[in-house]
């Protein structure tokens, strides 16, 4: 039985115990060295804190370097994950070596750098909600809310026999501590049956109990814990977010929002479905997501088209860019094998050759892992192999699967390409390894074929103007 006793901000020992018989936790290694390790240790203090979405810029800073700065001075290492669709809240995992080499607080108490880290982030976030407050009632007693996921073969530590730990946990802090087991987060993995920890109160007695909880959880590690840098495998059908704009970056200076592309290569006879009939398919699109989304063409008729999606973005915001490819992504793909009842679809993306080496990786290191984990074929073409429609200085990423191998393909690519574009660490940001991006479009995955010419089903594409040399703008 792992007997664990918690310790306070200030260095003293609580009285409770848990009676939580766990993984146990009393070995130690010395990996001092291990910051930026790509996995988790069956030894390692985790901790999965949930941010919400709106405040996430205050722990990443421009570039990463808020949260590179946290890696640094802590030891510990820090993976934020990918805004989901319709989910207010961002994992923000923080993970360590569990032995004790850091010091804490006022009083020089030494905790794992798992914890050091944890509340360095806590206290960012905590101080910008003070910001926002300044002008609230002074009458008004604040009160902050943490919340946090924990594995359910964890938390019993929190809880303890009947109940008993996390009573004593309220009564010693004063602070509202509940463990949630249903209507989770969407951001909650199934592997490890998470279950949600939230702490409300006043400032000092949430941070309080943080401690606390945060000090069981490191005397209890998880056995799921080599699982915990996976995204959600829940919500392969989580629809996109209906209607969604940047509104938090409407409030923020757009003059600091950075750009970012995606270029499809669509074939010519799939530019009537992507444009849809008196420009309703492309409009809507737009409208749900709030991209811009033009249509190009070249000198003749039997060439592709180019189909650009853009938009200004905050990093730590969802993305209108990916999400609005990820619901184009069919229409603008070509089946392959077309004589025969095989699904798979053939996904081309223009990509500028100084960005290309995000994809590809230290000796195609990136490029294998993702045909590992997306089970596509994902190829980089050059030169001659490029549609003469690109420019000289890009390259071709072809994409060949079935749909929903597909579909994961291209998140991982252009999430990738988003991070590179923001300038951001690759060991910072956590990409998915499962997908939440299925588009709710109708008829999105019956593509009509439209004819060209006069025999055009769709009025927008009859009047496509071909008389640029080059590229021409359409819609």
Do not use: W
């Not at 009947?162 to 199934?190: F, M, S």
């Not at 081309?348 to 490029?367: H, T």
Request: hydrophobic fraction near 35%; charged fraction near 25%.
């Amino acid at each position: 039985m792992a007997s664990s006793t918690a310790r306070n901000v200030h260095g003293k020992r609580s009285s409770f115990q848990s009676e939580f018989t766990g993984n146990g936790a009393s070995k130690r290694r010395n990996l001092h060295d291990e910051t930026d390790r790509n996995v988790i240790g069956s030894e390692d203090t985790v901790y999965r804190y949930l941010c919400p979405v709106k405040k996430t810029g205050s722990i990443i800073g421009k570039g990463g370097e808020i949260a590179k700065q946290i890696r640094s001075e802590t030891k510990s290492n820090m993976r934020i994950n990918e805004a989901l669709p319709g989910c207010e809240e961002r994992v923000v995992t923080i993970y360590s070596t569990s032995d004790e080499l850091n010091h804490f607080g006022d009083d020089g108490e030494i905790v794992c750098p798992a914890l050091d880290a944890l509340f360095k982030v806590h206290d960012m976030i905590v101080a910008e909600v003070n910001e926002e407050d300044d002008d609230d009632d002074l009458g008004d007693k604040q009160t902050v809310t943490v919340r946090m996921l924990v594995p359910s073969d964890q938390i019993g530590c929190v809880i303890g026999k009947g109940g008993q730990v996390i009573q004593n946990l309220r009564n010693e802090t004063n602070a509202q501590i509940r463990v949630i087991k249903d209507n989770l987060p969407a951001c909650a993995l199934t592997l490890s049956h998470d279950e949600l920890l939230q702490i409300i109160g006043e400032p000092l007695i949430v941070r309080e109990a943080l401690y606390q909880v945060a000090s069981l959880l490191h005397d209890n590690p998880s056995r799921f814990q080599h699982s915990l840098l996976s995204s959600p495998s829940t919500l392969m059908h989580q629809p996109l977010i209906s209607s969604h704009r940047n509104h938090a970056a409407a409030r923020r200076d757009l003059a600091d929002a950075t750009e970012f592309c995606v270029c499809f290569i669509c074939p010519a006879e799939n530019v009537g479905g992507v444009i849809g009939k008196g420009g309703g398919f492309i409009n809507q699109i737009r409208q749900e997501t709030g991209a811009t989304i033009r249509v190009t063409t070249s000198e003749s008729e039997e060439d592709d088209s180019i189909i650009f999606i853009s938009s200004k973005e905050f990093y730590e915001d969802q993305s209108p860019t990916v999400n609005a490819a990820i619901l184009l992504q069919e229409r603008c793909s070509e089946k392959v094998g077309k004589d025969t009842n095989d699904s798979t679809i053939s996904t081309r993306l223009l990509v500028s050759s100084s960005n290309i080496g995000c994809l590809i990786g230290k000796g195609g290191a990136v490029i294998s892992e993702m045909r590992s984990v997306t089970r596509a074929n994902i190829r980089i073409l050059q030169k001659e192999n490029v549609p003469k429609i690109a420019r000289q200085d890009e390259e071709m990423v072809q994409i060949t699967g079935n749909p929903d191998a597909a579909m994961k393909a291209l998140t991982q690519v252009i999430l990738r390409l988003r991070a590179n574009a923001f300038d951001m660490n690759h060991g910072l940001v956590l990409l998915p390894t499962s997908f939440p991006y299925i588009s709710q479009v109708s008829g999105s995955s019956n593509k009509p074929k439209y004819a060209r010419g006069d025999g055009s089903k769709d009025q927008d594409y009859s009047r496509l103007n071909l008389n640029s040399k080059r590229r021409n703008h359409v819609s």
